[in-house]
């Protein structure tokens, strides 16, 4: 008789807008690893809409692209990789959890889609 077929767990996580932002902006950061833990399929990305649209402005300002002396090239390249590999889906509702009005979208995505990781990056100062 065959051994029972083990089945591999693939987690679902949804990253905030910061976690790309320092990946682009800090090569050598740990989110950087993190990054990488996706493109190697070790879990599944699972952003709102409006994550990656918020990306693709953020990323494309020329402020910014100035200040941290990035290629917008990077930029593009990460936020087609994100439409082409990641789950991108429409909130349904709102949960208006957050003291920040602006974190809600990516809380009321972790909840919808039931991911078991919700990762953000803050600067303590």
């Known amino acids: 008789m065959n051994e029972p077929e083990q089945r591999l767990r693939i987690y ?49 300002r020329r402020s910014i692209i100035r200040r941290y002396q990035y290629p917008l090239t990077k930029a593009t390249s990460l936020i087609d990789e994100i439409n082409q590999k990641a789950t991108i889906v429409e909130i349904k509702s709102s949960f208006e959890s957050c003291r920040d009005v602006n974190d809600d979208p990516i809380v009321d995505c972790a909840i919808q889609e039931k991911v078991q990781f919700l990762v953000s990056y803050t600067v303590l100062t």
Do not use: Y
């Open 12 to 60: 679902r996580a949804t990253l905030d807008t910061n976690i790309f932002v320092r990946a682009i902006i800090q090569t050598d950061s740990l989110v950087n690893e993190l990054i990488k833990l996706w493109r190697n399929r070790n879990f599944t990305l699972v952003l709102p809409k409006m994550v990656v649209e918020e990306l693709r402005d953020v990323l494309s």
